[in-house]
């Protein structure tokens, strides 16, 4: 059953632009377990650990691990095959 | 010169509480001033940061509630009893304090009148903030979308804005609101009365023939069951933005 202690990528919309410069909620990303494509902001995110977990909304596959260091912000990559930021106008 | 090239990172950034406001007993809109603010979308948000005297952080995001007005940012921050950032923020943070903030964040779920529509919006509790902004947008002469806002409260005592959402004209304006209230209504609400559910968006959204573009906001559970139903009465999944506000809607 799906649970109601997650948020989604909205929430990492801050420490992804740390991360990347730019602005990525809209970024889109495949998923290298069941091959879905969604931009970053749908994905489900757990926070209850020192690092924010992103998981498919497909699958539930872990994609990503994002922790947010004194020496600045770090993403493990692990299920994440591609990564696409949307293009600016 | 140095702003120029550094654009696209994000920065913490020092504002002045300019005023507050009231909403509900657990929630206060909090009008900030920040001096470099490059201007936002509706729907956007800040990351608010506090800092202990021994250096201990914590971070929370919140929705802008207003459109762009030049360097005044609006906030709208519900107190949960136990958090580490809101109390702060609802209780103690007065007129003339400053704040450390960063943004503005988001590029999903967003609207800009020149988006179009016509424009489907679902708040579940304090969800409503980061529409309201979308709404206010519209109304201060954002062109002529259509939209419907759905509201779903507790209780009277629980609706942000509601003066505000009851004093707007839906013939003159083109914007309609349909509240609903789960666990204790007006005297004589003749209105819903129970959770957001499908036959319940079957009325009061636009026909996914007409092609709506729909954002839902709230707690997961009623961010999760309002999606789900949209798609289940015909809308793109592609034209339906979430955000989820976690299990305690704040």
């Known amino acids: ?89 | 010169m140095a702003r120029a090239a550094l654009r696209g990172r994000l920065t913490w950034q020092v504002a002045d509480l300019v005023d507050r406001i009231d909403e509900t007993a657990q929630v206060r809109s909090l009008v900030l001033d920040v001096p470099d603010w490059p201007g936002h979308r509706p729907g956007q948000h800040v990351d608010v940061r506090l800092t202990a005297d021994d250096g201990y952080q914590a971070e929370r995001s919140y929705s802008i509630a207003t459109p762009a007005d030049g360097t005044r940012v609006t906030i709208t921050v519900e107190r949960i009893d136990d958090g580490e950032v809101s109390p702060y923020l609802v209780d103690e943070l007065g007129v003339g304090d400053k704040l450390e903030l960063r943004g503005p964040i988001g590029g999903y779920f967003v609207w800009q009148p020149s988006d179009g529509g016509p424009l489907f919006l679902a708040a579940g509790g304090s969800g409503l903030v980061p529409l309201m902004a979308m709404v206010r947008a519209r109304i201060g002469g954002g062109g002529h979308v259509p939209v419907r806002l759905l509201v779903s409260s507790r209780s009277p005592d629980e609706v942000i804005y509601g003066g505000e959402l009851g004093m707007i004209d839906t013939d003159q304006a083109g914007v309609e609101v349909i509240q609903t209230f789960t666990r204790a209504q007006p005297l004589g609400w003749s209105g819903y009365r129970r959770r957001v559910d499908r036959e319940m968006l079957d009325d009061v959204a636009w026909p996914a023939s007409d092609n709506p573009r729909c954002y839902v906001c709230g707690p997961t559970g009623f961010v999760e069951a309002v999606a789900t139903a949209l798609v289940e009465l015909g809308h793109e999944p592609g034209n339906i933005r979430t955000e989820r506000f976690g299990p305690t809607g704040g």
């Not at chain 1, 730019?22 to 757990?46: F, K, N, P, W």
């Not at chain 1, 020192?50 to 990559?77: E, H, K, N, W």
């Open chain 1, 1 to 89: 059953m799906p649970s109601d202690n997650h948020v989604d990528g909205n929430a990492m919309g801050g420490l992804l632009m740390d991360a990347f410069g730019r602005e990525m909620t809209d970024a889109r990303g495949c998923c290298a377990s069941c091959g879905s494509e969604h931009v970053m902001a749908e994905l489900i995110v757990y926070r209850s650990g020192p690092g924010d977990v992103l998981r498919c909304p497909s699958c539930s596959t872990v994609l990503m691990v994002a922790t947010p260091l004194p020496s600045g912000p770090r993403i493990y990559f692990s299920r994440l095959l591609w990564l696409a930021p949307k293009e600016r106008a």
